[in-house]
């Protein structure tokens, strides 16, 4: 069987054959349909068992492979297989012609004109060879599971039994979300599928055992002696029987999670039966994989669940954010959203389509079936106004001024003036009806939307200045913030951006099925549009390049921007709303409704979404994932962040010059501290009076509570880390003016300056407050505060990055780019030392002292200060970039390229871990133990429950059901049905 399978155009045959070659040298086959495909068979289908077949998939990127029908087919089926892709780029391409699965990855050069074609040749062999063992069991697991599927899934006698299940199982159970290629999804289900007949046919073995132990028995002559052999086989029936339940809860735990990570994988809709399988997996047998499925679940916490009769054709929030307006039927309805309290209900004469605040929130505008637009006065709930159209009103909109009301009915436009009451323009068209109105920014042109005809009009004169005809009934368009752009569908499967002054296409975006909504970002440079093709995708508005696109199990319904661009939601018929990146289409968080959703829409200040159904099911919920308790994002990259001493408050430090400080109870921003420059470093005072953080060349010293500043210090650079001593009297910092810096913390005195040759990294002071320690260039120094003498300096090979004190302030650990050390603090004597080999960049002692933990490239290193020796090593995917203790010292975190993981100290296992969707730059637990905080470059800080128990607490309150019935038997066989979650549960 081939190892290899080259994906190329044959234009490229020379440097494809040329490579084959030079891997060959290496013992690794390729396969290349040249030599492979024997004559008069069926190229595609060799091809596709050639893919198959593989270990890793070489794609030759060039202008030809990128515009080859073969080669998408190619890499589709590698992708089918969840294959290792490794691209190889031998000729300059267009990057936007790429398919989106090789752009992602990491490309090697092999470029035709690159003079050093070994070196390229060594980058893809070990490539190919990175974690072979596994790329080989993947490639093997495959092969039998395709060979189960291919027989209809029917064939019991290829399905895995014994060591060979156990093994998969094992397999599949601890290849994380970094394992590449990731486990497919006709592999899971073989894998579970033979562990359901295995358990099966254990079952069978044992009652036919029983039969013949009891035959056995009761054929015994002798009493003494069949009553020895009774109780004989009694215990070793017991033994048996407890050696086969226990086994038995094994395979039945890694049958749960193989299932569980099938579908969190798949990221379809069953993310709610993927949490509760992970659940029940781990109430049987603990692991870091079925935790993490909870941890990174993107299941959103529901802060408002309310039910109607009618069909939720429209839902709002108030310009502040605290209530919601919604039709139900005849009514329109505003509720209090954090008090779950009705504040009013308005009646029409029918159906309500259309509601809308005021810009002030004070009115609440509403239009349906009855042919009128009603202004009411939300305090009262009284009708103040309305306005008589001649059809069903199916749009309102309201100008960006709150000036003006449009809305559109069956065969009509009309526009009101609202400070007046005063028609200020009507327009009778043919078509009908008109299904969207919108008014541009500024009042200029508004624009209708009716079953045949796109048309714009200028606001001033009333006068129609752009028309385009369209194929099918249309409920979604969209103006461009600030230019003459227009996004609309242009056919059945087309987005157009068009330039409605000029009559010009500027772009044009398409689907692979019917376009059904359009949205502009607030910035005006993305367009989003949902399909019938099942994705969402965001594109540039100018050039219609794709940059992120998020998939549903079904059609999408309906997208939206939020107001500040940072998300974009999807609605779908597959039940769920979704709210993602929009640079990176990245989930960030969903809820599942039990109907279609008709309506979904941000809260001003981005941080709810409501959505409403078919059903008359109205949901209010956070973008906050159920493991989460608190989200911050940031508009730059997020260097620090720390926990107040009470454990109420979480502080981040970012690029964007901002800290930030947020409630973690409640995930609201209590207040934020602008800084002239990247803010590196925070930090709380002990006694929770103060934080304190060094923002380009500025140290501020604010109160925790109020954000009032204290003091303000200056250096002559940016600085790069800031501390507070114990008693709160002093102030360090250190950056790249190669100076630390001590001040009085009130007044802002400075009191000592040391300086080094190179960048400050690391400070602390010790427990008492007496001394500091500082590390710059290659030196780490002691200084004794109150003499404003130096203790001790040590010097090190390479430049320092981290420098910590004891508990008890006996020992000083220090990283620098290749080594950690443990030295005594007064004498400087070197205690013990760990090599990393590469840049060291954190260190931290254990609560007690008893351990030093250390971070460097790919693994953490744990040391016992007693002994010197080390007694654990955590092997990471990326460099560690920090590292910190649990307050009981059991636990360690650790932050990498991607992920936040916890350890147990001692064993050196994982316990979970936490995604970020770039690099982890800090990582702390909170006062408590109970939170760990985590912030990066994909600017975001997150605080999150990492223990078990509460993990599983957490998940539970955030899911709106129990497995049903029919799921339980599905997953669970013969177990009698019993809750997962109590609080969702209902024996139904």
Known sequence: MSSIFISYSRKDLEIAEKIVSAIAESKLDAWIDTINIPKGEKIEQEIYHGIEGANAILFLISPASVNSKWCEKEISHAILNKKRIIPILIRDTDESLIPIDVKERNWIDCHEKQSNFDNAVKEIVHAIIADNEWVKYHTKLQLRALDW????????????????????????????????????????????????????????????????????????????????NAIVNENARATAQSIAEEQSDVALARQLLTEAQSINSTNNSNQIIAALLAIQSLSIVPSSQASQILVNNPNAHTILNLKQQNIVYSVVFSPDNKL??????????????????????????????SVAFSNDGNFLFSGGRDQTVRIWEISTGKENHRFILDGAVNSIDISEDGNYLIAGGYRDISIWELSTGIEIHHKKINAGPVNLVTIKNGSKYFASVDNETIRIWDFESGE??????????????????????????????SVCIWDFI?????????HNGSVTSIAISPDGNYVISGSRDNTARISEILTGNEIARVAHDISVLQVAFSHDGKYVISSSSDFTARVWDPTTGIE???????????????????????????????????????????????????????????????ASGSSDNFVRVVDIETNNEIYKVLFDGTVYSVDFSLDNKYLIAGGGSTIKVVETLTGREVSKMKHSGDIYVVSISANNQYVASGGNDSTVRIWETISGKEIAIITYENDIHSIDFDSRSKYIVSGGGNKSCIWDIVTNEEVVCREFEGEVYSTIFSPDGKFVATGDETTSSLWEALSGQEVASAIHNKIVYSVAFSPDGRYVASGGNGFVIVLDTTTGQEINRMIHDGNVNSVAFSPNGNYIVSGDDKSAIVWDTLKGIEITRMNHNNLVKSVTFSPDGKYIASGGFDKTARVWVWNIDDLIKATCNYLPRDLTIEEWIFYLNDKPYQAICSNTFTNK
Request: charged share 25%; with cysteine; hydrophobic share 35%.
């Open 464 to 493: 129609e200045i752009f028309r385009k005809k369209h194929n099918n009934p249309f409920h979604s368009a969209a103006f461009h913030p600030s230019e003459n752009y227009f996004a609309v569908v242009c056919d059945d499967f």
């Open 149 to 228: 599927k291919n027989q209809n899934h029917t064939d019991n006698s290829k399905l895995l039994r014994g060591r060979d299940l156990q093994e998969a199982e094992q397999k599949l159970a601890s290849a994380d979300s970094n394992k590449d290629p990731q486990p497919t999804d006709i592999q899971r289900k073989y894998v579970s599928r033979s562990r359901i007949e295995e358990n099966r046919r254990k079952k069978r073995d044992t009652i036919i055992w029983s039969i013949g132990i009891t035959v056995a028995t009761s054929l015994s002559i002798f009493a003494f002696l069949q009553r020895n």
């Open 324 to 353: 919601i307006a919604f039709n139900n039927g005849n009514s329109v309805l505003v509720f209090d959203v954090l008090n779950n309290k009705e504040v009013a209900r308005m009646q029409h004469e029918d159906t309500v389509f």
């Open 502 to 510: 000029n009559n010009d296409e500027i772009t044009r975006i398409n």
């Open 588 to 650: 960030t968080a969903r809820t599942t409704h039990d109907s279609l959703i008709y309506d979904v829409s941000f809260s001003p200040n981005g941080k709810y979404i409501v959505s409403g159904t078919d059903t008359g099911s109205i949901r209010v919920w956070e973008i906050i994932p159920s493991a989460e308790t608190s989200h911050i994002s940031h508009d730059g990259r997020v260097y620090s962040v720390a926990f107040s001493s009470d454990g109420k408050f979480i």
